[in-house]
């Protein structure tokens, strides 16, 4: 099976802290996509990267960094974590950019205090 | 950016009941998914539907892309159902994939 797998299920910070968020994936996939889950909006893309050191803004971009320094790993960076960036984080990677073969972590639920 | 618009937000069901989640979205799709969302938070793929009709036991699901709709169906529903369910698109002008609000779905035994 696909793993994608969360450093954390749950994690509290408090603001204007420094926070990583690490997602890796075990198979072999080109893709990797940060998305942020909020109550009545769905999933919203944050960043994507298709290859190593390569990211692209999605539609949220905004108070967020990305790393990708090998490939398996995708990690997203809060540089200086405000309440509203309280949210459910989920990553996922794709062998395909169109989308077949997605596959979802299982989430970071992250709390700034 | 393309649009995906779905509905009903909110459904409760008694257990045995069927139902349809609608998904209407705003450009022409290179792909179109369906994920449901456990209650604990894992989302899980379903269907991959650009068009046409496909069927996986109970759940079925229809893309029109001329119209720019798809369609979840799901029969004789089980509290193993509730969560919510998500409809996801990719358009041709770019590769990524961009998710409708969700259905939250709630089976009552």
């Known amino acids: 099976d696909v793993k994608v797998t969360q450093s954390s299920r749950y994690l509290v910070k408090r603001t204007g802290e420094k926070v990583f968020l690490e997602c890796v994936q075990d198979?072999?996939?080109?893709?990797m996509f940060w998305y942020r889950q909020d109550p009545g909006l769905g999933l919203r893309l944050i960043y994507f990267?298709?290859?190593?050191?390569?990211?692209e803004k999605g539609d949220i971009p905004e108070g967020y960094s990305v790393s990708r320094e090998k490939k398996e790993r995708f990690s997203l960076i809060l540089e200086s974590a405000s309440t509203n960036q309280t949210s459910m984080y989920l990553c996922?990677?794709?062998?395909?950019?169109?989308?077949?073969?997605?596959?979802f972590g299982s989430g970071t639920r992250l709390t700034v205090v | 950016g393309i649009q995906v618009e779905q509905s009903p937000p909110d459904l409760i069901l008694q257990e045995g009941a069927n139902s349809t989640l609608r998904c209407n979205f705003s450009?022409?799709?290179?792909?179109l998914q369906w994920f449901h969302q456990n209650p604990w938070g894992q989302l899980i793929n379903l269907f991959y539907?650009?068009?046409g009709t496909k069927q996986n036991g109970r759940l079925s699901a229809t893309t029109v892309a001329t119209e720019r709709y798809s369609l979840l169906y799901i029969s004789s529903s089980q509290t193993t159902d509730s969560g919510v369910y998500f409809c996801?698109?990719?358009?041709?002008?770019?590769?990524?994939?961009?998710f409708g609000a969700g259905t939250r779905l709630t089976v009552k035994p």
């Open positions: 990267s298709y290859d190593v050191k390569m990211k």
């Open positions: 198979m072999d996939h080109e893709n």
């Open positions: 539907i650009p068009s």
């Open positions: 996922a990677s794709s062998p395909d950019p169109a989308g077949y073969g997605y596959t």
């Open positions: 450009d022409s799709v290179n792909n």
């Open positions: 996801a698109v990719v358009t041709y002008n770019n590769n990524d994939m961009r």
